[in-house]
Nanobody, 118 residues
Framework: QVQLVESGGGLVQAGGSLRLACAVS????????ISWFRQAPGKEREFVLA???SGRGPTDDRFTMSRDDAKNTVYLQMNSLKPEDTAVYYC????????????????WGQGTQVTVSS
């Protein structure tokens, strides 16, 4: 069974940075497609970024994903944070491929709260 545990959330001022971590157990991250999603209060869960089994994925101006195979952990580096980035951030894992659709995610972590103050 794959388990995901997020950490690194917190309160940060606008313009600041945070690095979220997603520790994976049960399978190696090189055998999984890992995605980050977020859910703000009253809104649906939305896709943020993802990487494939080779550790590559789309880029973003402010957010970057990376991974540490030795720790079996994936990271989400968030820079230039804005109040609208406030949400619970979840990592998700899939066996068959990257998905941007929450209901198609195979495994979820419990989430970590990110709050950006103005």
């Amino acid at each position: 069974q794959v388990q995901l545990v997020e950490s690194g959330g917190g309160l940060v001022q606008a313009g600041g940075s945070l690095r979220l971590a997603c520790a994976v157990s049960g399978r190696t991250i090189s055998s999984l497609y890992i995605s980050w999603f977020r859910q703000a209060p009253g809104k649906e869960r939305e896709f943020v970024l993802a990487i494939n089994r080779s550790g590559r994925g789309p880029t973003d101006d402010r957010f970057t994903m990376s991974r540490d195979d030795a720790k079996n952990t994936v990271y989400l580096q968030m820079n230039s944070l804005k109040p609208e980035d406030t949400a619970v951030y979840y990592c998700g894992a899939n066996v068959g491929g990257i998905t941007t659709i929450p209901r198609r995610v195979d495994y979820w972590g419990q989430g970590t709260q990110v709050t950006v103050s103005s």
